[in-house]
């Protein structure tokens, strides 16, 4: 169902799955308060933010898309809070269009979740003993904070959503991976597959031992596991109903040879740019530059001249 529910807000385009590491020096801190938990979403929704935008221009400024879900636990099952994200490989514009993007920047995305992270946890903290791990996480952590976001290796979209699905639907440990429970002797034996490694590593822990590394893993009472951030927030539901219905029509369009701007405008937007709302059909007879402009755009010009309608593709 709730495989389902995200399928229905992403848009028929190319994603990518993401990960937002903490790195260890901070992860006490979210363990004791774990308000913090808000703050991780918000610095990595503030990075996205800021690295899509930047991949656009002043003018034309965009919207990331992207869904974020929390998981807290790794392999051995200890507490290393990171957040999945599943990333539409583009923006939206501020006209409402979809512009795709082939590249993320990834010293962005990892300076800015550093800045964005640490900046969130010392507002929050509001202590002198942070001020020093912060200092020091820029000193240690030269390169930015660990992301991962590789292009994705899945066919489709909605193999991408079942994949990220599993990390909220899964306990924190599969049966299969507990070998045996001694209740004479007390302790649980179960393994891991090493992710460096590659090689199975059997644990002894004692029943307490045991349920107390489950415990922690509980998320807090109505804390939501799944957030939506730019287009796919509901804010942005008639927004995106319309990009979903564009994205998912056939963009011959874009594909064939326009030769004319007033072809690309009418097979782009349905409005024919040059007909007058009496009928009549617009001609160009003539431009005119205030004193000074016309040297500033003078290659502009040569490049988009209306008046020998060279195709305005090369341009866009």
């Not at 490694?197 to 109505?222: A, Q, W, Y």
Request: proline share 5%; charged share 25%.
């Amino acid at each position: 169902q709730l495989s389902d529910s995200i399928s229905s807000k992403l848009f028929d385009c190319p994603h990518r799955h993401g990960v937002f590491t903490v790195p260890e020096p901070l992860r006490p801190y979210f363990q004791k308060d774990r308000s913090l938990l808000h703050e991780l979403f918000g610095a990595v929704e503030d990075t996205l933010h800021y690295v899509i935008r930047k991949a656009g221009t002043k003018q034309d400024e965009l919207i990331p898309c992207a869904v974020l879900t929390l998981h807290t636990f790794g392999r051995p099952l200890h507490w290393i809070p990171h957040i999945h994200v599943l990333l539409a490989q583009g923006g939206v514009r501020k006209c409402g269009s979809f512009k795709p993007l082939k590249h993320i920047h990834y010293d962005s995305l990892r300076f800015s979740f550093q800045k964005q992270l640490l900046d969130r946890m010392a507002a929050k903290l509001d202590s002198a003993d942070f001020k020093k791990v912060k200092s020091q996480c820029y000193r240690d952590y030269s390169d930015g904070f660990y992301i991962y976001c590789p292009p994705s290796s899945h066919q489709s979209t909605q193999d991408d959503v079942d994949y990220i699905i599993r990390y909220i639907g899964r306990p924190v440990i599969a049966q299969s991976r507990i070998e045996d429970y001694n209740y004479d002797l007390n302790f649980v034996w179960w393994h891991y597959i090493d992710h460096q490694m590659k090689e199975r590593v059997d644990v002894f822990d004692s029943t307490v031992d045991f349920m107390k590394k489950l415990i922690v893993h509980i998320p807090d009472e109505n804390f939501k596991m799944v957030r939506y951030l730019g287009a796919y927030t509901s804010r942005k539901r008639k927004l995106s109903a319309c990009i979903r219905k564009m994205l998912s029509q056939p963009r011959a369009w874009i594909r064939k040879k326009l030769t004319t701007y007033r072809e690309f405008r009418k097979e782009s937007t349905g409005i024919d740019p040059l007909l007058c709302p009496c009928g009549h059909v617009m001609e160009f007879v003539e431009s005119f530059f205030p004193s000074g402009l016309e040297v500033k755009i003078n290659e502009t010009w040569k490049l988009y001249d209306w008046h020998n309608e060279l195709d305005p593709l090369q341009v866009y």
